[in-house]
């Protein structure tokens, strides 16, 4: 599955989730709380694929799952540019120092799994949409 592709599902998978919260008379603090990883993979086993294995993306204690992707990462599916030969698919905009690319044959992709700079309550909070697309707007590249 493309970048492209995986956003796009996401997103709308986001906003079923959101739309049904909000129906519901959630508040915003109620929304972010709701999208805690213990509670995700308990009322949304379907939103990713992790969740059948009860395996979080990140090892953090409280992961929040609101902005599954990073508002930082850049991605574009024809490739961004040449690096030594290789082509380079995403990267992190902020350059995070838990971030690191990762090659695979002659592909450059950005390597987040030891970066947990979306996935606080806090940060959820403070970046807050009910539109997870408006606030991952910046990363197509």
Not at 78 to 89: M, N
Not at 132 to 139: L, P, R
């Given at each position: 599955?493309?970048?492209?592709?995986?956003?796009?599902?996401?997103?709308?998978?986001?906003?079923?989730i959101v739309d049904k919260l909000l129906a519901?008379?959630?508040s915003e603090?109620?929304?972010?709380?709701?999208?805690d990883f213990d509670n995700m993979v308990k009322e949304e086993n379907d939103f990713c694929p992790l969740y059948e294995d009860n395996k979080k993306c990140h090892d953090m204690k409280k992961l929040n799952c609101y902005l599954?992707?990073?508002p930082h990462f850049r991605f574009n599916d024809?490739?961004?540019?040449?690096?030594?030969?290789?082509?380079?698919?995403s990267f992190c905009?902020?350059?995070?120092?838990?971030?690191?690319?990762?090659?695979?044959?002659?592909?450059?992709?950005?390597?987040?799994?030891?970066?947990?700079v979306p996935?606080?309550?806090a940060y959820v909070k403070k970046?807050?949409?009910?539109?997870?697309?408006?606030?991952?707007?910046?990363?197509k590249a």
């Open positions: 599955m493309s970048y492209e592709e995986w956003f796009e599902q996401h997103a709308d998978k986001h906003k079923k519901k008379g959630h603090d109620e929304i972010i709380d709701y999208f599954c992707a990073c024809k490739g961004i540019e040449e690096k030594e030969s290789k082509t380079l698919y905009e902020i350059e995070s120092k838990n971030g690191k690319e990762a090659v695979y044959g002659d592909s450059i992709h950005q390597d987040c799994s030891n970066c947990n996935h606080t309550k970046n807050f949409d009910l539109d997870w697309k408006n606030i991952m707007k910046d990363c």
